[in-house]
């Protein structure tokens, strides 16, 4: 059992997806329970690899390697390290809590909509964890067929033309990447004499190919990514497909695909092509697309007045945050960026699951038609509260961590990125106050607002995990920053060698040690 | 070009497969006439084709062991020789036209056409197309295409009362015979410049020939012209979707993969075997005509709200993709070409096989629209839809991402990057019209009279066996690569 725990880890999904299909369509009890079920059956599952995983050790851990296309080179190849295995466990608890939250507002279609949903989690599942290029590629792929089924059924009004611009899109992005694969893949050929996909063998081309290619590889690689997380002006798909999407959906396209790129990023395109990521055009593109992704995000946010799209525009701006990080490229950037994924993966599944309540009685996403909902859900009130402070960035919750860390990276790169990043959070904040006001403060203006229920003990439910992991991300990131730090030295040593060796302070350490400290000064925030 | 007049145990050997298709082909004639029109079941004539079809793929699994160590088996005094090439092609023929078989027993009885004529018509086009992989002189092939085209032209009529049909067999047969006297033109010329009609003798004339002179450039030209047309490639695709649309459904399947897979192993034959030496001069000209052949194939596919057309047109796209197989002229991407058009003919037979089942009040029904709200009446054979469009598209892990996978890479060994995005990017396009055809059986809303699903037996085999066959061969594709793959290299020996 030990060797297969990855398998066995985005397996279960996948038999419980075949698990749904076999039930009758008119049960829809029995469809969730059983899909439920497998959600947490996923949870558990990961147990093992929680008590196995080694943070200390920046090599691939929990590695399963077997022969799959011997003809192509390809393998089954599965293996994590710090990266992937935040990743995987923001992915299982996600997924858990969206197919919990779809209980009672997916009432047609079930049966399709619970196998495509555990589809789409074994799918995502895959990716976080393969080593093998080809298989990434496959994985990659196949996770978009369910998603186009998610938002293109179950969405809102636009949802037809949501879905299919979210397929293209991607599906454009990740062709491009096949290219830069198959090229890859081809000079591995030629300087080493056989077929390889696997990421070790890959990573060593690099030694041999010039700059100019690097960089173009880069970018084909790159483009891919960027339309996933979305980054300017890559993201048009993004406010379409978040918004036009059932709450789950939105939950899961915020919370875990975006994430994909990001994790692509650190795991494929810049440590194959240090080259191509460290060339001045680049980091100075990626940079100027990032903060212009931070500004533009939140102010297309600030004149929403659509409550969803606004969540989904706040996506743009945040993540802009996590590429400025990565793109900073040493150990605070890198490890803050992927830290602020992560983060929010938790803080925007929190917003969409709020819009998600009282759409599912109101029926409306207009803010204008909300107001004063404060005085009939405090419960709700205060979770929303909270959610809004998480992902605003406020000390004691996780954003600030991810935020900080961020902004130290950028700032020893340059001051103006830094300045340009405070300025986006200064807007995050304008317009996530703004809608609080708007949608909870104040007195019910609107009579159809009178009868809103709070929110009931599922809901809660599916609320508390997300919450509690923001307080602990806040109040004690320690351990998240410990399994970041060996993959993100290892991969800010690939990209500038030499870089710890010259700056013996060890940043990373710095920022460990720096969040030890916070707890001290911040509980009074809330 | 026979030293003597005689014929020998080699001759007959290589040309078992044809033999036994015209035997079989004569024999459903006098069966149908004498016997099976008596009993009045003319299905029967359907399984007489498949007992053929059966006796042909124990042939070819004779030649296996043969082609698989490197031998070519040669007859006739080298006009028809037997290779891994030829053999790999055979089977792709007699995979189609056993599909095609089993659809068109139910399809035919439906639409009040069955009839004996048209089981021996798809013998002997295959007896043509068996001929056209394993030919090696001009006067060989060119006879063996016109058994093909014309065994095509009667099929692509047969439904007599249709009045798209019989606009469909003129249209095919004059563009046809066209392309068949440019071909027969250029021929003619290869002839003038090598004084031989073996194929091996005119590339060693070509070769030996100072520089690329005007007639060379009118031989390449007129040839090229004349094989553009029969794969349907652009500026020359036009008959194609008028062709798709009125034809039997299970012939427009036929058509649009085994005329075209037949049509390219005579073209790759051609092309590497004679014109290999001038290879600089063919392959900008194929790149161009494959970039324009995925643009109009691509674009138009996304307007069409026929069925048929819209595989017709998306057909067109898969033959520019092929063609860039044969640009990058390399061991890679041939095996792309044999890859893909073995992944083609399950997944398209597969789509064409749904379409041909699908039935409004005994009338065919073909439209985009027809499609709506399938997935509420016939889940499981919807999913297997999906799987066939999915596959088209290039999605992995199916059959058909695996054609592009080589053809990308044969490409990028090339150093051809430009044709590579624009044909990676042309993926993007083309998903847009085949999510069209998921869309409708999915999110659709079913019509008032919805059309549904006519099947028998057959018709259902061929569908699982297809769709199953598209998975297999996407997640476990190493014994397809050894097989096909390498199978073909033969050509380039």
Redesign the interface.
């Known amino acids: 059992m030990s060797e297969h725990i990855l398998s066995i880890i985005w397996l279960t999904p996948l038999v419980g997806m075949i698990a749904v299909m076999c039930l009758p369509k008119e049960s829809k009890d029995l469809i969730r329970y059983v899909a439920n079920g497998f959600a947490v059956l996923g949870l558990l599952v990961t147990i093992p690899m929680i008590r196995a995983f080694d943070s200390s050790n920046g090599d691939f851990q929990m590695v399963e390697r077997h022969d799959w296309i011997p003809a192509l080179g390809a393998q089954y190849y599965l293996g994590v390290d710090g990266f992937g295995y935040l990743m995987i466990l923001l992915t299982v608890v996600v997924g858990w809590l969206s197919i919990l939250c779809s209980w009672s507002s997916i009432q047609e279609r079930v049966k399709e909509y619970y196998a495509f949903f555990l589809f789409l989690q074994a799918g995502m599942l895959g990716v976080f964890m393969v080593l093998d290029v080809f298989l990434f590629y496959v994985f990659w792929e196949i996770m978009l067929v369910p998603m186009y089924f998610i938002i293109g059924i179950w969405g809102g009004g636009r949802r037809l033309y949501a879905a299919i611009k979210f397929f293209l899109y991607t599906l454009a992005g990740s062709v491009l990447m096949l290219l830069g694969i198959l090229k890859l893949y081809f000079d591995h050929f030629a300087q080493f004499g056989h077929y390889s996909f696997a990421l070790e063998d890959l990573l060593r081309v690099a030694a041999y190919t010039g700059p100019d290619m690097q960089f173009w590889l880069f970018w084909a690689f790159f483009v891919a990514f960027a339309v996933k997380v979305p980054m300017f002006p890559f993201h048009t798909w993004l406010p379409d497909a978040h918004t036009e999407a059932p709450t789950a959906g939105s939950v899961i396209l915020a919370g875990i695909l975006l994430k994909m790129g990001l994790y692509g990023l650190v795991r494929f395109a810049m440590p194959l092509f240090p080259k191509g990521a460290t060339a001045e055009l680049t980091v100075q593109l990626v940079a100027l697309l990032s903060i212009v992704g931070i500004i533009y995000g939140a102010l297309v946010s600030l004149m929403q007045s659509d409550w969803k799209r606004l969540v989904a525009y706040s996506s743009v701006s945040h993540l802009g945050f996590c590429t400025l990080g990565l793109i900073a490229l040493n150990p605070n950037g890198i490890s803050g960026g992927m830290l602020q994924g992560f983060n929010h993966g938790l803080s925007t599944p929190l917003l969409f699951l709020a819009v998600g309540i009282v759409y599912d009685q109101r029926h409306t996403r207009e803010i204008a038609d909300y107001g004063g909902l404060a005085n009939r859900m405090p419960v709700y009130t205060v979770l929303f509260a909270i959610s809004l402070f998480a992902s605003m960035g406020m000390p004691g919750l996780n954003g600030f961590i991810g935020e900080f860390t961020i902004l130290r990276g950028a700032y020893e790169v340059s001051i103006w990125w830094a300045g340009f990043a405070v300025l986006g959070i200064v807007l995050g904040a304008a317009y996530l106050l703004w809608l609080f006001q708007r949608v909870m403060l104040g007195p019910i203006t609107n009579p159809k607002n009178e009868g809103v229920k709070d929110m009931n003990l599922r809901e809660i439910i599916v609320m508390a995990p997300l919450v509690a992991g923001c307080f602990w991300i806040g109040l004690y990131p320690k351990p998240f920053f410990e399994i970041l730090e060996a993959p993100t030295n290892k991969l800010v040593e690939r990209l500038d060698p030499g870089y710890f060796s010259r700056n013996a302070a060890e940043p990373a350490d710095e920022a460990v040690r720096l969040s030890r400290l916070l707890p001290a000064e911040t509980p009074a925030s809330e | 070009m026979m030293d003597a007049i005689s014929f020998t145990l080699d001759d007959f050997h290589v040309l078992k497969p044809a033999i036994v298709l015209c035997l079989f082909g004569c024999g459903i004639l006098l069966t149908d006439a004498f016997l099976v029109r008596r009993i009045g079941q003319r299905w029967l004539n359907a399984v007489t084709a498949l007992v053929g079809e059966a006796v042909v793929a124990a042939i070819l699994l004779q030649y296996l062991p043969d082609v698989r160590s490197g031998a070519a088996l040669t007859g006739l005094a080298g006009s028809v020789v037997v290779d891994g090439f030829g053999v790999f092609f055979n089977v792709v023929f007699m995979l189609a036209a056993a599909l095609a078989i089993i659809l068109s027993a139910r399809y035919m009885e439906s639409e009040g056409e069955q009839r004996g004529e048209y089981y021996a018509l798809i013998l002997f086009a295959q007896a043509g197309m068996s001929i056209m992989a394993t030919g090696h002189d001009l006067v060989v092939l060119f006879v063996a295409l016109e058994t093909m085209a014309l065994s095509f032209y009667v099929m692509v009529g047969f439904l007599r009362d249709s009045k798209r049909s019989n606009e469909a067999a003129m249209k095919y047969l004059i563009l046809g015979a066209f392309s068949s006297g440019l071909l027969a033109y250029g021929f003619s010329v290869l002839y003038g410049i090598s004084g031989s009609t073996s194929l091996a003798a005119i590339g060693e004339a070509i070769a030996a020939r100072p520089a690329l002179d005007w007639i060379m450039i009118l031989a390449l030209i007129t040839t090229s012209v004349g094989l553009f047309f029969k794969i349907a490639a652009a500026p020359f695709h036009m008959w194609a979707p008028d062709v798709y649309e009125g034809a039997p459904t299970p012939t427009t399947a036929y058509v649009s993969v085994a005329s075209k897979a037949a049509s390219f192993a005579l073209m790759i034959r051609l092309f590497v075997t004679a014109y290999g030496s001038v290879a600089e001069a063919w392959v900008p000209l194929l790149a161009i005509i494959a970039i324009a052949t995925m643009t109009i194939g691509n674009l138009a596919a996304v307007t069409q709200s026929n069925l048929k057309r819209l595989l017709a047109y998306s057909s067109v796209a898969h033959g520019g993709y092929i063609l860039l197989g044969l640009v990058a002229f390399s061991a890679t991407g041939l095996r792309g070409i044999a890859i893909y058009l073995l992944a083609y003919v399950f997944m398209n037979f597969g789509a064409f096989a749904l379409i041909a089942a699908l039935r409004r009040d005994g009338e065919a029904a073909e439209e985009l629209d027809d499609l709506n709200g399938l997935f509420g009446r016939a889940p499981g054979y919807t999913i297997l839809m999906a799987i066939f469009m999915?596959s088209l598209t290039g999605?992995?892990?199916l059959a058909g991402f695996y054609g592009k996978?080589y053809i990308?890479?044969a490409l990028?060994?090339e150093g051809y990057?430009i044709l590579?995005?624009f044909a990676?990017?042309y993926?993007?396009v083309s998903?847009?019209y085949y999510?069209r055809v998921i869309?409708a059986c999915?999110?659709g809303e079913a019509a008032e009279r919805p059309a549904s699903l006519d099947m028998n037996l057959g018709t259902r085999t061929a569908l699982v066996a297809s769709g199953v066959l598209t998975v297999l061969i996407g997640v476990?594709?190493?014994r397809f690569?050894?097989l096909a793959?390498e199978s073909v290299l033969a050509a380039l020996r």
Do not use: C, S, T
Request: hydrophobic share 60%; aromatic share 22%.
């Open positions: 999915l999605i992995p892990p996978y990308f890479l990028l060994g990057y590579a995005v990676a990017l993926v993007a998903a847009y999510f869309r999915w999110l476990l594709p190493q690569i050894d793959g």
